[in-house]
């Protein structure tokens, strides 16, 4: 068992020793692992770090915002903006296939980090989120070749291209000694306690071809639907939930008119791994709210449905 007050001055002073006057980088995602390492090796060497955070317009709701207001301005982290949303969307124009959308998200946002960290001549370490189950998932992956159903993407073979040292202070801990050093750390729980979000982000839960129009549909949804678990305890009771963008249109009535709108897709899970999942029994009346509040604030979209599907025969996400 261990003391986290002493854990964080161990992890402080190891770090100081390693980087000693050099500069670090580090790519924020707004999730938890990253954010926690950013607080971790900010309290360790304040201005010697630089964060960079890649708005790549697959973002959820406010994102940017929300990373930049919790480390820019309240922890008083350097963070580098970078909207390339436009870029993405470019890149992603007219491609359907998920795998191919996945590796052109990957290879885009190499591309953007390697820009950015090349502005900053003076960085030697490159610092990741890497969290004890990354490390032997990846050890497994190198010795059995693992059977790849997603080729998960995160920023894999950054630190080869930018010829920069690795940092990666979270390396020994589990999921729930990460949150528990966030807490201590000041990070709010609403970052410490996010559900996942997965790298190539809102590009794999608008099914097909990604545009700006489907994105911002998508963002809105997602955002009711989180405020509403939360606001009822359900985003707790769940592992993961997020709304999912069908680009299909059905006919709906409102007043005395024809709709013929998009499609929007509910998905809360419940899992300890990941690797197998239950969707969540969300209460009837609170899918009735949920529903009703995005068919009237999200225009374009006219028919909310629920995904009952068990992992497997599904995956979490819908790509
Ligand atoms: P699936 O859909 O495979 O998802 O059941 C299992 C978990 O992995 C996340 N996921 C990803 N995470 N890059 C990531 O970083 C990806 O390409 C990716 N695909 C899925 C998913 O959100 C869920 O938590």
Request: hydrophobic share 45%; charged share 25%; aromatic share 8%.
């Amino acid at each position: 068992d261990w003391n986290m007050p002493d854990y964080v001055e161990e992890a402080v002073g190891r770090i100081r020793s390693e980087v000693g006057k050099d500069e670090v980088i580090l790519g924020l995602s707004g999730g938890v692992d990253s954010s926690v390492a950013a607080a971790l090796i900010h309290r360790a060497i304040g201005e010697q770090l630089t964060c960079i955070f890649v708005d790549t317009g697959l973002l959820r709701l406010n994102e940017a915002q929300q990373v930049m207001d919790t480390f820019a301005r309240h922890l008083g982290v350097k963070v580098t903006l970078v909207d390339a949303s436009e870029r993405f969307m470019q890149a992603l124009a007219g491609v359907t296939d998920p795998e191919q959308k996945r590796k052109i998200i990957g290879r885009e946002f190499v591309h953007v980090f390697q820009e950015q960290a090349a502005k900053l001549k003076n960085a030697r370490w490159l610092a990741q989120g890497t969290i004890y189950p990354d490390v032997i998932e990846s050890a497994g992956a190198k010795t059995k070749k693992a059977h790849t159903i997603k080729s998960h993407h995160n920023v894999g073979g950054l630190p080869e291209t930018l010829h920069l040292k690795l940092l990666e202070p979270l390396r020994e801990l589990f999921k729930d000694e990460v949150r528990e050093l966030g807490l201590a750390l000041g990070l709010a729980p609403e970052i410490v306690f996010r559900h996942p979000f997965p790298g190539p982000g809102l590009g794999v839960r608008i099914l097909g071809e990604v545009k700006r129009e489907y994105a911002d549909m998508l963002r809105q949804a997602d955002a009711i639907f989180i405020e509403e678990l939360k606001a009822s305890g359900w985003y707790e009771k769940t592992s993961q939930a997020f709304a999912v963008f069908l680009p299909v249109k059905s006919v709906g009535v409102m007043g005395d008119g024809r709709t013929y709108e998009y499609v929007v897709a509910l998905r809360a899970v419940e899992t300890r791994d990941f690797m197998t999942a239950r969707w969540a029994e969300l209460p009837h009346s609170l899918l009735a709210k949920i529903s009703n509040r995005i068919i009237n604030e999200v225009r374009g979209v006219n028919r909310v449905v629920y995904d009952i599907s068990g992992k497997p025969p599904a995956t979490i996400e819908w790509e």
